[in-house]
């Protein structure tokens, strides 16, 4: 299997910071508003730098989601930072008119995404989120997998022309994709080749999903490992040739299984390839309190989830 | 003036026709606004020929209280943004001219989606910011009804203009008592408007005749000279819901009814044809 090293561990809300900080220098046309968390999403450098094209909003989500499509009448590209939760839910009406019915060009950035957020609970942990923008229709969601990968993303959608929703973590995780790397809009990547099963992960899920296909390996399963960083518009093409190739697939998120990716993925296969899949997702709940690692261990979405939900799908094939 | 006169009266007949044909609309509000409109696209805005979104170099108008658009629509036709004769599709299937206005079809002179109320003001903030950083010193312009004020958007973005400096906006609130339920001190009383945007550190100024033109000329002239000096601007413009037909005046109850043919030949027959039905 196809070796990959975790460089040093870091939070790709980071990530998020260091792409904008670099978009800054590169796009005078990209604008910054945060709703009171900037350092919580890592926005300093870019504020730094450019003070005059940033703009605190304050504790004031649907306010800030209009400034934003309103900044895009005059050529500017809006990119907001707050918390996942209260980035999608709290103003779904606002996205829902001002930005994507009305087609504005505004990169919604969502940070502490998930149950990792941790120890501020449930209030804080949205796992709706994905199925709430990618209802959207035309949003493009991304939710990256790491520092790397999260900082190349942040780079990428500014050259996109449409409404993005970008999804990421408060956590440090695995570091494991190229510094380098050009990132793809709607192009998922082959992470590791197999034969047995299809692991297809997104997100925090990603670097569980290459430990559970060794962990396999170790068994005698050879697992593909597909990263699907972005969930709309999905990959299809790829997920297809892989499961023609597999006969059956894991879908790994940290999210609901309700809305969710997996739910993307059985709806591609139901209507073009029928294959037996399990969901790795949490399952219709609410999160809680607790650290990232013991949350990820009790919602069931961590490479030991993988690996048991892989074994299961195997028997159906 | 009479030329603008005309316009009011034609656009009112728009108004009548299109949510007449539909069987649908809100004219209550949008006759309320007539003078305004016309006012505001004819004399107060300066406007490039043709239209883009970014509306560079020219002063731009966003409509909060998106269910007035009728008269929108009317005002955009006889402004030439798209041919008058398309307000025969209003509220139809396959139409630019959708129930409320909307960018996703296309339809020049629009810029935002709006009708789920309160959003308006954040928007027309954040193109003024937009104008700011583009060195560009035209104006925005938002109009917002007065019981949309009870979403409570509009005061996150009110508290932001005013800590912002935002003083490239004036923000008119049409001041006419009603909405769909009833008056709007009997549905949920805001208390004196014009104290709290004073509160909330607007420059307010009242346009008590509202359905005048030339008080509205004179107000909004009075307006403009207002802005650039720290403050966002609004104006509260105090207007009658279905104002120009007597039995739509005074009432909440044509905020969102169209006329049948026997009332619709009445309002027509108290605002005659001047420069040509569509």
């Not at chain 1, 209009?66 to 895009?72: P, Q, R, S």
């Not at chain 2, 403050?231 to 049948?260: E, I, Q, R, S």
Request: net charge negative; proline share 4%.
């Amino acid at each position: 299997m196809k070796k990959y090293i975790d460089s040093g561990k870091n939070d790709t809300r980071s990530g998020f910071g260091a792409g904008l900080a670099e978009l800054g220098r590169s796009h005078p046309n990209v604008v910054a508003l945060c709703a009171d968390l900037i350092g919580s999403l890592k926005m300093e450098k870019f504020i730094e730098e450019n003070p005059e094209r940033f703009f605190q909003v304050g504790i004031a989500e649907a306010n800030m989601m209009g400034l934003a499509a309103g900044l895009t009448i005059g050529g500017k590209i809006p990119f907001t930072g707050t918390f996942a939760n209260f980035s999608t839910g709290r103003v779904y009406d606002q996205i829902r008119q001002s930005i994507a019915y009305s087609g504005k060009n505004v990169k919604i950035c969502a940070s502490h995404a998930g149950v990792t957020l941790g120890e501020d609970g449930a209030t804080h942990q949205i796992l709706e989120d994905i199925g709430l923008m990618k209802m959207l229709p035309g949003m493009t969601v991304i939710n990256p997998c790491d520092f790397n990968q999260t900082k190349a993303a942040t780079i990428a959608i500014a050259d996109h022309l449409g409404p993005v929703y970008l999804r990421f973590g408060r956590p440090k995780v695995a570091n494991f994709t190229p510094t380098d790397q050009k990132f793809e809009i709607g192009k998922a990547l082959m992470l590791n080749e197999g034969t047995d099963v299809t692991i297809a992960a997104t997100g925090h899920l990603v670097w569980e999903a290459l430990i559970a296909a060794e962990n396999l390996e170790n068994q005698g399963i050879s697992a593909e490992v597909i990263n699907i960083h972005t969930i709309k518009p999905l990959d299809e093409e790829a997920l297809l040739k892989s499961v023609k190739k597999t006969g059956c697939i894991v879908s790994a998120e940290e999210h609901n299984y309700l809305g969710g990716l997996g739910e993307s993925i059985a709806r591609t296969l139901a209507t073009q390839h029928p294959t037996p899949q399990e969901f790795v997702a949490t399952q219709d709940t609410f999160g809680e309190s607790g650290t990232p690692e013991q949350l990820m261990e009790k919602y069931g979405l961590n490479n030991k989830a993988i690996e048991t939900a892989v074994l299961s799908v195997l028997k159906r094939k | 003036m009479s030329k603008l006169q005309d316009l009011v009266v034609q656009t009112r007949r728009d108004i009548l026709r299109m949510v007449h044909k539909v069987n649908s609309g809100h004219p209550g509000g949008s006759l309320g606004c007539t003078e305004f409109f016309i006012a505001l696209y004819h004399e107060i805005m300066d406007l490039k020929e043709g239209f883009d979104m970014d509306g560079r170099d020219e002063d731009i108008f966003f409509l909060s209280n998106g269910h007035i658009s009728p008269i929108f629509y009317s005002t955009l036709a006889r402004r030439g943004y798209f041919p008058v004769e398309e307000l025969n599709t209003f509220r139809l299937i396959n139409s630019r001219l959708q129930g409320h206005p909307a960018t996703h079809e296309g339809l020049p002179g629009i810029r935002i989606a709006s009708g789920s109320l309160g959003q308006g003001m954040s928007v027309a903030l954040g193109a003024a910011q937009a104008k700011k950083l583009n060195g560009d010193d035209h104006l925005i312009y938002s109009l917002h009804g007065d019981g949309e004020l009870q979403e409570g958007q509009n005061w996150e973005a009110i508290m932001y203009a005013a800590g912002n400096k935002v003083d490239n906006i004036i923000a008119t609130v049409d001041l006419n008592g009603q909405q769909i339920d009833g008056a709007t001190d009997t549905v949920l009383p805001m208390g004196d408007v014009k104290a709290k945007f004073e509160a909330f550190g607007w420059d307010v100024l009242e346009i008590t005749k509202g359905n005048d033109l030339d008080a509205i000329l004179v107000g909004m002239a009075d307006a403009k000279s207002r802005t650039g000096k720290g403050k966002p601007v609004c104006v509260l413009l105090h207007t009658v819901m279905g104002h120009g037909v007597d039995f739509m005046m005074y009432t909440h109850a044509w905020h969102g009814k169209a006329p049948n043919d026997e009332q619709l030949a009445d309002a027509l027959s108290q605002n005659p044809e001047t420069i040509g039905d569509y």
